[in-house]
């Protein structure tokens, strides 16, 4: 499964590229709930970025939105680094007098939680762009690609597809779906395969393997398997338009949701000789079009996109 992936964040770029139009209205009302406090979304900081010098009254609206919520953030984790470092002197005190294992777990706790707020608040006053800006988990924000009304339209969506009509405890019951597998298409996916599909562009992405399954070994008597994050990046390197589902949730007395998940399917040989048994679908640039409109009756059409797919070689490395 795709377990997290560098996005194109920029919504600009997306505009200049895919000839897109933003949904403006979508976007504004993203950051007002998460600045209102009706959502806890987690949105890259690649994606606020991008309205860092609004050009028009409706992206100042959305900066405005940003900045409130930078405002209560920055009180909220300034009150705790306080706290953190009166509970830090507490237990220095306590552990000049005698050692004990109580004030040892408190300072080595509150000495991460004061590391943790301060590389938080360096990050909210951050103006200078870090890759890990518009790296995506299950969970996150990102701009998906679809098309309404014959036009192509960029759209925030989660990164953890919440099909309409299903109850929201879904999100729990199934956990994994932020990737939808090729072969479930028709099963779980039937709502939306043939209905509901964007496109997530990716340059690079991450999944979790066994050490083990990476050296191709078998693991020694005794020896305790270990998890490593890998990196997995196209050669040649270009940004991958990775096929997705998405739906629109809606329930009374609750804010609409649009979440996504990508497709993933077999993996090629050089991803499963790194340990993984799946990967993303990327397609080909001259198929964008014909994936974001779908034809329920005609199935064998997005099944011949998704096989006849964008194939580079993926090289991969530990992740930093």
Same mark, same amino acid.
């Not at 979304?41 to 690649?46: M, S, Y």
């Not at 680094?81 to 706790?109: G, P």
């Not at 997530?200 to 005794?222: D, H, I, Q, T």
């Not at 497709?263 to 079009?289: L, T």
């Given at each position: 499964?795709?377990?997290?992936?560098?996005?194109?964040?920029d919504?600009?770029?997306?505009?200049?590229?895919?000839?897109?139009?933003?949904d403006?209205?979508?976007?504004? #009302?993203?950051f /007002?709930e998460?600045?209102?406090?009706?959502?806890?979304?987690?949105i890259p900081?690649?994606?606020?970025?991008?309205f860092?010098?609004?050009?028009t009254d409706?992206?100042?609206? @959305?900066?405005?939105? @940003?900045?409130?919520?930078?405002?209560?953030?920055?009180?909220? $984790?300034?009150?705790?680094?306080?706290?953190?470092?009166? #509970?830090?002197? %507490?237990?220095?005190?306590s552990?000049?007098?005698?050692?004990?294992?109580?004030? &040892?777990?408190s300072?080595?706790?509150? &000495?991460?939680?004061?590391?943790?707020?301060?590389? *938080?608040l360096d990050?909210?006053? !951050? &103006?200078?762009?870090?890759? #890990?800006?518009? +790296?995506i988990?299950?969970?996150?924000?990102?701009?998906?690609?679809?098309?309404e009304?014959?036009? +192509?339209? @960029?759209k925030?969506? +989660?990164?953890?597809?919440?099909?309409?009509?299903k109850?929201?405890?879904? =999100?729990?019951?199934f956990?994994?779906?932020?990737?939808? +597998?090729?072969?479930? $298409?028709?099963? /779980?996916?039937?709502?939306?395969?043939?209905y509901?599909?964007?496109?997530?562009?990716?340059?690079? /992405?991450?999944?979790n393997?066994?050490?083990?399954?990476?050296?191709? !070994?078998? $693991?020694g008597?005794?020896?305790? =398997?270990?998890?490593?994050?890998?990196?997995? =990046?196209?050669?040649?390197?270009?940004d991958m338009?990775v096929a997705?589902l *998405?739906?629109? *949730?809606?329930?009374?007395?609750?804010p609409? $949701?649009?979440?996504?998940a990508?497709?993933?399917?077999?993996?090629?040989?050089?991803?499963?000789?790194?340990?993984?048994?799946?990967?993303?679908?990327?397609?080909?640039?001259e198929?964008? %079009?014909?994936?974001?409109?779908?034809?329920a009756?005609?199935l064998a059409k997005?099944y011949a996109?998704?096989?006849d797919?964008? #194939?580079?070689?993926?090289?991969?490395?530990?992740a930093?």
């Amino acid at each position: 499964m795709c377990y997290s992936a560098q996005i194109l964040a920029d919504y600009r770029k997306f505009v200049r590229t895919f000839g897109a139009i933003m949904d403006i209205s979508e976007f504004a #009302r993203l950051f /007002f709930e998460r600045a209102e406090g009706i959502s806890r979304a987690k949105i890259p900081k690649a994606m606020e970025d991008a309205f860092a010098e609004p050009q028009t009254d409706a992206e100042g609206a @959305i900066k405005a939105f @940003i900045d409130r919520f930078e405002v209560e953030q920055t009180s909220k $984790l300034q009150q705790d680094l306080f706290a953190q470092r009166k #509970r830090l002197a %507490d237990a220095e005190r306590s552990l000049e007098t005698k050692v004990t294992k109580a004030a &040892t777990e408190s300072k080595r706790i509150a &000495t991460n939680k004061i590391e943790q707020a301060l590389g *938080w608040l360096d990050d909210i006053r !951050r &103006t200078e762009p870090k890759p #890990r800006d518009s +790296r995506i988990f299950p969970g996150h924000y990102a701009p998906v690609l679809v098309i309404e009304d014959g036009q +192509r339209v @960029i759209k925030p969506m +989660r990164y953890q597809c919440r099909i309409a009509g299903k109850p929201a405890n879904y =999100d729990v019951k199934f956990p994994g779906t932020y990737n939808a +597998r090729r072969d479930n $298409l028709e099963g /779980f996916w039937k709502p939306l395969f043939g209905y509901s599909h964007g496109i997530l562009v990716v340059s690079e /992405f991450y999944e979790n393997v066994s050490r083990a399954k990476m050296e191709g !070994r078998e $693991l020694g008597p005794g020896e305790k =398997d270990e998890n490593v994050v890998l990196q997995f =990046d196209p050669n040649p390197p270009h940004d991958m338009l990775v096929a997705c589902l *998405w739906s629109r *949730w809606t329930s009374k007395g609750e804010p609409d $949701l649009l979440s996504f998940a990508a497709i993933i399917d077999e993996p090629p040989p050089e991803v499963a000789a790194a340990g993984h048994d799946r990967c993303i679908i990327p397609i080909k640039a001259e198929y964008i %079009d014909a994936w974001l409109s779908p034809n329920a009756s005609d199935l064998a059409k997005q099944y011949a996109i998704l096989d006849d797919r964008d #194939r580079p070689y993926y090289e991969h490395r530990l992740a930093a």
